[in-house]
Nanobody, 122 residues
Framework: QVLLVESGGGLVQAGGSLRLSCAAS????????MGWFRQAPGKEREFVSF???????AYADSVKGRFTISRDNAKNTVYLQMNSLKPEDTAVYFC????????????????WGQGTQVTVSS
């Protein structure tokens, strides 16, 4: 069993930055890949970023070059540094524990946090 809790969301102006954190409890964290997803009102949950247990990373095209995912296994925490934020980044951001399959598909993650709201004003 894994518990994931996101934090760090808030209101920010376009061009600003936020750093999201995902604190995890459970014995499998250090050996599991993790992902960040986001969901805007009326839209499906979409892939944002992914980090393997060894630190390999992947990003959606929409955030590549602006967002950086990282993890600190000693702290059981995954981070998402978001720079140059745009209004279209507004969404609830979720972290999740990867299970198997394609990392960009939400259905392949088996534990999810409750999400943290990110709102970017124009």
């Amino acid at each position: 069993q894994v518990l994931l809790v996101e934090s760090g969301g808030g209101l920010v102006q376009a061009g600003g930055s936020l750093r999201l954190s995902c604190a995890a409890s459970g014995r499998t964290f250090s050996s599991k890949s993790m992902g960040w997803f986001r969901q805007a009102p009326g839209k499906e949950r979409e892939f944002v970023s992914f980090v393997t247990w060894a630190g390999g990373t992947a990003y959606a095209d929409s955030v590549k070059g602006r967002f950086t995912i990282s993890r600190d296994n000693a702290k059981n925490t995954v981070y998402l540094q978001m720079n140059s934020l745009k209004p279209e980044d507004t969404a609830v951001y979720f972290c999740a524990l990867f299970d198997s399959g394609s990392y960009y598909s939400a259905r392949n993650y088996n534990y999810w946090g409750q999400g943290t709201q990110v709102t970017v004003s124009s």
